[in-house]
């Protein structure tokens, strides 16, 4: 099992411009989580998916969008990409909502 | 608001000796925690886990407590090594069929040679 997937590794984006964080799993998990986490901060919950079809807003959605049309996968939208969106971003998944297992994260400057 | 503090940003502890890190939440009925580590570069790994019906969680070198009372909880790692020297996180699961987790900040263990 290759677990929790993240692609890119490294993106730098100029203000306004728009892309895919992309994450994928292979166990077969029904939960799926999107968090970022800022320099010295703990991870903030982004969005996160019950199910394929079921998606929710967590602490800090603005600026966000998801979808969630298979078990796998996973896409993080930033629509008007601004500074403030710096960070870098984790993806995780889980069986039963207990233990969650997360991908290598992707580290997304915007300038 | 379920909060989780780490009030401590770093700790510091010689190879062989304990580690102890700390971690204080908010008020609540039923909540399960969760300590994760973090290497550079790398997604947090789970380590260890507590029911809050429980006091005590062992797994190896690794023990957490909760003081339900005090509304704190602690990881004991004994004996320290160098290869335990990360970012650790605490993390709460709150109630409901989402299980979200709330994390601290965490704490830089370095574990001296």
């Known amino acids: 099992n290759a677990g929790v997937t993240q692609t890119p590794k490294f993106r730098i984006l100029k203000i306004g411009q728009s892309m895919t964080l992309q994450c994928a799993q292979d166990m077969n998990h029904n939960y799926m989580y999107w968090y970022r986490q800022d320099p010295g901060m703990g991870l903030k919950l982004i969005y996160y998916?019950?199910?394929?079809?079921?998606?929710d807003k967590g602490e800090v959605p603005n600026g966000y969008n998801v979808s969630r049309s298979t078990t796998e996968d996973f896409p993080l939208r930033l629509e008007l990409a601004a500074p403030s969106q710096t960070s870098v971003y984790f993806c995780a998944s889980s069986f039963l909502g207990d233990v969650q297992y997360f991908g290598p994260g992707t580290r997304l400057t915007v300038t | 608001d379920q909060q989780v503090k780490q009030n401590s940003p770093s700790l510091s502890v010689q190879e062989g000796r304990i580690s102890i890190l700390n971690c204080d939440y908010t008020?609540?009925?039923?909540?399960?925690f969760l300590w994760y580590k973090k290497y550079p570069a790398e997604g947090p790994t789970f380590l260890i886990s507590?029911?809050?019906?429980?006091d005590k969680n062992e797994d190896g070198r690794f023990t957490v407590f909760l003081n339900k009372s005090a509304k704190h909880l602690s990881l004991h790692i004994v004996p320290s090594q160098p290869g335990d020297s990360a970012v650790y996180f605490c993390?709460?699961?709150?109630?409901?069929?989402?299980?979200?987790?709330?994390f601290g900040k965490g704490t830089l263990l370095t574990v001296n040679p």
């Open positions: 507590i029911s809050s019906i429980k």
């Open positions: 998916s019950v199910g394929a079809g079921i998606t």
């Open positions: 008020n609540s009925m039923f909540d399960y």
């Open positions: 993390a709460r699961r709150g109630g409901g069929s989402n299980y979200k987790l709330t």
